[in-house]
């Protein structure tokens, strides 16, 4: 495998997780996309504190904005305005959001990207959002149509953007989207979503949250048990299989998003050690240069 594959991987935290990256920074190169999420019981002085340490520690924050988690148009200029006085508000994502309904003003992604107030407080590269997999609420025609949607609204804004997919246990689907989203158009550059390192409860768990795999399928592709859950597993099998077959003049500019369910230190040691496995050693005319 070629482990160029890796080059510019990106990480999601939570704001509550500073003391972990703090923890993991020796292992994380520097400049690394770090994504920022916005959860429910967290706070908008929670999320500012987190995108500051982020860019303190040397790397590029990109802090979530989720749209219907939003309660007032007020709510959005104030964690916009405090992320353009930290120098954090270069990068956002935008997504839509867990709740069934909005608790404010903004049902969906676009509907945030429309009010700009982005580019008004310095943004100038947006994450959208891509489910390989389906989404268990949502018809794959308006997943489509949310997507070429958004694409269209970054190029419409010129912002530079990207897709960040949903995590996944299979690299087929992955690469039938990729195939899809391109005839449509999108040419955007696409971060796979990739479940780092953790134990294949959690794993299992988070699988059936989010609707992207049954516990068989899931044992299936990555090689485990579900007779012995106790270890941990990691995304091997995955990267191995997405290398194998992907193709950039069909699937476009293509790079790894980590999802850190078993721990920011424990994902950033993975993927070093699984670099360094698949670098081929130098030859000894090389060595000698």
Partial sequence: ??????????????????????EARDGIPPGTRINITFLAGEDTATRLTAARAVKRLGFVPVPHISARRLPSRPALEEFLSGLAADGTAGNVFVVGGDPARPEGPYEDALAVLRTGLLRRHGVRHVGIAGYPEGHPGITD???WTALTDKADALDADRFGGDVIT???????????WLEALRAR????????????????????????RFGVGTSASVARKYGFSLTNLMGTTGPDRFLHALADRYDPGRH???????????GLRATAEWIDGFRRQHTPAPTPSQSNR
Avoid: C
């Fill in 166 to 176: 949903q995590f996944g246990f299979d690299a087929d689907p992955v690469l039938a």
């Fill in 1 to 22: 495998m070629n482990p160029a594959l890796l080059d510019d991987f990106s990480l999601e935290m939570t704001g509550k997780d500073v003391p972990r990256l703090e």
């Fill in 185 to 208: 158009g999108v040419r955007l550059p696409v971060r796979v979503g990739v479940p780092g390192p953790a134990g294949v409860r959690r794993l299992l768990g988070y699988a059936t």
């Fill in 252 to 262: 476009g500019e293509v790079k790894i998003h980590f999802y850190t369910f078993g």
């Fill in 141 to 143: 025609r308006d997943l």
